[in-house]
C-alpha cells in the first residue's frame, strides 16, 4: 500500500552506497509528502486511548481531553495545549515509559520547557500516587535542580492529576484538532523537512 503523498516511483539503490541524486530526490519528494501525512497518524494513533480505562474512572483517551481543556481554559499557548493532549500517547506502545514517547513524537514542535515536562512527567505524578504502590512519591525530587522543575510540578497539579473527573466539562478531540495541525505543520527551525524540501525541488522527479 502507498503511503500519503507517495509518487509511486521507487529509488534504484540496492544498498545505501549505490545511491544517486536522482534516488535522493525521489526520496526527498515522498518525504515531503510523508511528513504532512504526521498530523492524521498522531490522531489516529491518539484515537487508540478511546475506551481505554484500565481502572481509572474515565478512559485515557477523555483523560488526555480533559488535561488538555484545563490547560487550554488556563490560558497555556497552543503547543502547551497539545502537548497536553499528547502527554499519555505513549500509553499504548510505551506501557512501562509512556512520557518517553510523547515527548519524542511532540519533540520537534514544542519549546524545551514543554519538552522537558512531557518527557518527566511521569515522575512528577508519582508523587499522587507512588506511595500507594510501595513506592517512594517525592522520587521527583532526584529533578529539584532543575529550572524546569516547577513547571512540571505544575503541569501535573494543575491539569494532569485533576483530569480524572467524569463530570468535568471536557471539550472534544473536534476542538483540538485545528490547534494540533498547526502545531505539527513543520518542526520548529524547519530540521530535515527542511533539507528535504530544498531537494525535492531543486532536483524534480520525472513524471
Ligand atoms: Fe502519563
Ligand atoms: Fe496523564
Redesign the pocket.
Known amino acids: 500500500m502507498e503511503q500519503h503523498g507517495e509518487s509511486g516511483e521507487r529509488a534504484q539503490f540496492r544498498s545505501m552506497t549505490e545511491g544517486t541524486q536522482e534516488d535522493w530526490a525521489l526520496i526527498a519528494h515522498d518525504y515531503v509528502g510523508f511528513a504532512a501525512g504526521l498530523p492524521d497518524r498522531v490522531m489516529t494513533h491518539l484515537k487508540l486511548l478511546d475506551g481505554d480505562f484500565g481502572g481509572f474512572p474515565i478512559d485515557r483517551m477523555t483523560h488526555s481531553l480533559q488535561t488538555a481543556t484545563r490547560a487550554h481554559r488556563d490560558g497555556r499557548p497552543e503547543s502547551y495545549v497539545v502537548m497536553a493532549l499528547l ?2 500517547i505513549g500509553d499504548t506502545l510505551g506501557s512501562y515509559n ?2 518517553e514517547i510523547a515527548a519524542a513524537i511532540l519533540h520537534p514542535f514544542v519549546s524545551e520547557e514543554e519538552h522537558w515536562i512531557c518527557r518527566n ?2 515522575a512528577f ?1 508519582g508523587y499522587y500516587y507512588f506511595h500507594y504502590l510501595g513506592a517512594d512519591r517525592n522520587v521527583r525530587e532526584k529533578y529539584r535542580d532543575n529550572p524546569h522543575f516547577e513547571a512540571c510540578a505544575e503541569f501535573c497539579a494543575k491539569y494532569d492529576q485533576s483530569s480524572f473527573d467524569p463530570d468535568y466539562d471536557t471539550l472534544p478531540l473536534a476542538f483540538f484538532e485545528p490547534m494540533l495541525r498547526r502545531v505539527m505543520a513543520r518542526p520548529v527551525g524547519g530540521g530535515a523537512l527542511s533539507a528535504m524540501e530544498a531537494t525535492a525541488a531543486k532536483h524534480k522527479v520525472p513524471a
Open positions: 502527554h499519555d509512556h512520557p512527567h511521569g505524578q
